[in-house]
Every structure is written in structure tokens, then in C-alpha cells.
């Protein structure tokens, strides 16, 4: 059974980059994998906002607002996704999940979520 495990600071300053891992446990997370992991997020008081995937190929995709901060990774040898939000700003705080799955609502797996809050 496939689990994920978001990890990361819970705090970060405003303009830093705000960086997160997602550890995949029970199955690969690269070719083998045929699947595509994805960082979604839910701001206080807001619906869930995709921020993009990274499939087992390695192929990326961003949402619009959050392609020119956004960068999502792999390790297939460790079994994780980073995910790294530059310039971070008050805005970006939020509950972060990571998901296998490309959109909504094909996602089959998810972690518990992390908060993190963006502050001066």
C-alpha cells in the first residue's frame, strides 16, 4: 500500500524559499511507478489549489500562477518529491499535500498534509 508523508519547515520568512518533501513509502516513485505526484494546497478558509505534478518520466507541469515560483522534483533512489516555492510570500501560507495523481479528482493517494505559515 502506497503512503505519502509530507515534510518540512513549518515556518518560513517572507522572500525565502519555501521547500518541502514528499517521502513515498509501499511503491516507486520514478518509471516503475507509471504515476504522476502532485503538491496541492489549501490556504486558511479557501478551497484545495493544484500546484503541479511530476510524472514518473520526470515531466513537469505548473499551474499558471505558480510556474514562475514553483519547481517540483524526484528522487527516484530516495523515493521523494521536493517541492521548492521561491520568493515566498503571506499568501502562501497553507495546508501542503502531496498526491499521486495528476488532477483532480483523479487523485487515489494522499499524505495527512503539512501546515506552513509564511511570515516577516
Known amino acids: 500500500q502506497v503512503q505519502l508523508q509530507e515534510s518540512g519547515p513549518d515556518l518560513v520568512k517572507t522572500s525565502q524559499t519555501l521547500s518541502l518533501t514528499c517521502t513515498v513509502s509501499g511503491g516507486p516513485i520514478g518509471p516503475l511507478s507509471n504515476s504522476y505526484w502532485s503538491w496541492i494546497r489549501q490556504p486558511p478558509g479557501k478551497g484545495l489549489e493544484w500546484i503541479g505534478y511530476?510524472?514518473?518520466?520526470?515531466?513537469?507541469s505548473y499551474s499558471e500562477s505558480l510556474k514562475r515560483r514553483a519547481s517540483i522534483t524526484r528522487d527516484p533512489s530516495e523515493n521523494l518529491s521536493p517541492l521548492q516555492l521561491s520568493s515566498a510570500r503571506p499568501k502562501d501560507t497553507a495546508v501542503y499535500y502531496c498526491a499521486r495523481g495528476s488532477f483532480a479528482p483523479d487523485y487515489d493517494c494522499w499524505g495527512q498534509g503539512t501546515q506552513v505559515t509564511v511570515s516577516s
Open positions: 511530476i510524472s514518473h518520466s520526470g515531466v513537469t
